[in-house]
């Protein structure tokens, strides 16, 4: 339990090292599916969300380019394959803080806000997904209008 605790804590502080493989109860799998999800929610894919995308996941979780991609691709295919978002959800829940949980919630929200715009499937997802990861509606919105600051626009999805 110890060992799982010191590894969880040396990944998170970039100190781990990252499996040729990422298994299904990698926190990480389940973290970047849920980005996925976010990315593709409205069925358009668009090179800044893809982009915004993958430099996440390489920045956040300090991976090689391989990794990223070998991560994602996993991600792609758990997040094609899931009947909804508990399984994500759940297992992020078991493996990490509170702080670590409100981490994904804001990256969700820079995937969303990379093409410019909020849609309304992508707001109710972001708002599942926050619940879900019992991250309160004070600092889900809180982290909303974070992002689109840097993103140049209001919290509402229209121009700052």
Known sequence: MLDALKQLISELTEGGKHPDRFAEDDYRLSAVALLV????????????????????????????????????EAAYDAERNAVDLYAFTSHINRAMDDVARGRVIEMMWEVVYADGRVGEF??????????????????????????AGRHGVSGNGGPA
């Open 122 to 147: 992508e707001d109710n997802l972001l708002w599942r997904a926050a619940d879900l990861l019992n991250v309160p509606a004070r600092e889900r919105i809180e982290l909303r209008q974070r992002v």
């Open 37 to 72: 999800h976010a990315a593709t929610i409205d069925a358009a894919l668009s090179d800044p969300e893809r982009e915004k995308l993958n430099a996440l996941v390489k920045e956040r979780f300090k991976l090689t380019d391989d990794e990223t991609e070998r991560l994602l």
